[in-house]
């Protein structure tokens, strides 16, 4: 089975084609053009570069976001524009799991993406032989009432039962608060902070092989946003209304349990 991976949930583009679990070609393109301009030429450049086309393509894996709220709609029009033009079934995938999964390591792992202003998307990911167990996900604002920046709520967040005793924060948030993170202090977890970007390209091509294997997969209408807050255009327009509210409704935490790999 081949497959083609798009994230565009980030400031990096990410483009992958795999042969179910094996990596054919990776492109990522982090420059100042929008997905919009860069998205299409990768894809046209690493079919070319790994001498395929769409019509080699049996699976579409699609990043979801949570992340950039227009950069993830430019990657789910195009997978869905692919994915109609020629019949092929699609695969969503997040992208707080997908950084979780790209350390490719087992274990406690904490995805923080960040959404500016002093949040974060947070991800927590209990990782066994290449398998997610359990995971949930949430919008945290690390702003107290003063407007300073407290970690309360990610301590909050990630403190659970579970068998591990140490946890892995990865991620462009977790970068961006190496130093408060590496001196919170945990009741059972020894912290270790990622400091490299990693893309999830890659990533988001096995995940979307092992949700294919397990029947998690449909045409393109199965591809819908994550948005675990709202956007900015929606905060403005009840900040004008005077609506105090801006939790997004379905964003509290969730605890499932996955076998994505």
Known sequence: MKILAIDTSSKNAAVAILENQNTIIELNNDDEKTHSQKLMPMIDEAFKKSNLSLDDINLISCCLGPGSFTGVRIGIATAKAFADSKNIPTVGVSSLEALAHNLNQDGLICSLINANNGNVYAGLFEIVEGKTLKSKSDFLSFKDSNGDISLNPLRDFVEE?????????????????????EKMIFKKYDITVIEEQISTGI???????????????????????????????????????????????????????????
Do not use: C, M, W
């Not at 039962?161 to 970068?175: H, L, R």
């Not at 397990?214 to 956007?231: M, T």
């Open 203 to 261: 990533s988001i091509g096995k995940i979307g092989y092992t949700k294919y294997k397990n029947g998690e997969y449909g045409d393109s209408s199965f591809l819908s946003p994550i948005y675990l807050r709202k956007s900015q255009a929606e905060l403005a327009l009840e900040e004008k209304n005077g609506i105090k509210n801006h939790h997004f409704p379905g964003s509290s935490v969730i605890f499932s349990t996955s076998l994505s790999a």
């Open 161 to 181: 039962n579970n068998e591990f005793s140490n946890i892995s924060f990865i991620g462009d948030g977790a970068i961006l608060y190496k130093d408060l993170i």
